[in-house]
């Protein structure tokens, strides 16, 4: 079983920037995809940000050029880099693992752009 827990989040201005990171426990790290999703208030979770195991990266179109997805295999950690934040990035950031037909989630971490 694959334990992540996220950090980083917090109140940021508009055009700012925040890291995110989410440590995972667990042996199948180093293979499994992680991800970034996020919730805003009222509205579904959607795709943020993937990497696979070799390290492919995918994004969603509205973060694109803004965000970037990273990983640490050797200290089981993922992170998201956020610059030009807006406040359409305000949400409930969730980190996520899958590999074949298991998939976990971590609790989230609250981002939230405002001036």
């Known amino acids: 079983q694959v334990q992540l827990v996220e950090s980083g989040g917090g109140l940021v201005q508009p055009g700012g920037s925040l890291r995110l990171s989410c440590a995972a426990s667990?042996?199948?790290?180093?293979?499994?995809?992680m991800g970034w999703y996020r919730q805003a208030p009222g509205k579904q979770r959607e795709l943020v940000a993937t990497v696979t195991g070799r390290g492919d990266t995918n994004y969603a179109d509205s973060v694109k050029g803004r965000f970037t997805i990273s990983r640490d295999n050797a200290r089981k950690t993922v992170f998201l880099q956020m610059n030009s934040l807006n406040t359409e990035d305000t949400a409930v950031y969730y980190c996520n693992t899958k590999l074949w037909s298991y998939e976990s989630w971590g609790q989230g971490t609250q981002v939230t752009v405002a001036s």
């Open positions: 667990g042996s199948i790290f180093s293979i499994a995809t």
